[in-house]
């Protein structure tokens, strides 16, 4: 994989509803200006929405940074499912106007990834962790750590969009998936890390320390 940021400021994800809107509110000016202006508003709303900035990332091998943009709703203590066992956990959730761009924790190697179905409660509930589609990744970082970082779609969002699959070596910061329209991001991470985070903080994905990892003897 080419590690170079190889995305537009404005996310490709989002150009089919730019160029829709874009061509609505076109034509809509044509006739009416008065009658434009909600479609250029929409518009406006999309091109924010799917922008997406460069990103560098901390450095240190055992700095975990922020999976996505949003607002630190979940930090404690809790049991990972998807690797069968006790963690930390950490939770960001990204409302409309957050990037929705989602970036590589640490550095590694995916190695396992599942998809699970599911419904499409509010994203800022913790129940959403459980009962929403979602799209676990599990981790292995250059000194062994196990993390495991999960992409969950939120009340609006219906389109879980990832772009590594197993075995693929990642780079911290680098851009792996998007979700669109409002959604979560959990980090399990190992129950001795140090949490750089507390509850209420707003975070930047790719940027912000979350974590420090242990030392692996």
Known sequence: MNHKYQHPIIAREGWPFLLLAGVLAGLSTVYSVYLAIPLWLIFIFILQFFRDPARVAPEGD????????????????????????????????????????????????????????????????????ESNERNALL??????????????????????????????????????????????VDLYLPKSTKVMVSLGDKVVGGETVVAELPVRE
């Not at 975990?64 to 499912?81: K, N």
């Not at 990037?99 to 190697?109: D, F, K, L, T, Y």
């Not at 990832?162 to 792996?176: H, L, T």
Request: aromatic content about 12%; some cysteine; glycine content about 8%.
């Open 62 to 129: 055992r700095l975990a940074c922020a999976p996505a943009d949003g607002r630190v709703v979940f930090v404690d203590e809790a049991f990972d499912p998807y690797a069968n066992r006790e963690c930390l956990k950490i939770s960001i959730f990204m409302n409309v106007f957050n990037v929705h761009s989602n970036r590589m924790p640490i550095a590694g190697v995916v190695n396992a990834k599942h998809y699970f179905p599911g419904k499409f409660f509010n994203a800022d509930l913790d129940k959403a962790s």
């Open 139 to 184: 981790l292995v970082s250059k000194q062994g750590h196990q993390v495991t970082c999960v992409q969950i779609a939120g009340l609006i969002a219906r389109r879980i969009l990832c772009y590594v699959n197993e075995g693929a070596e990642v780079i911290k910061g680098e851009r792996f998936g998007f979700i669109r329209f409002g959604s979560r």
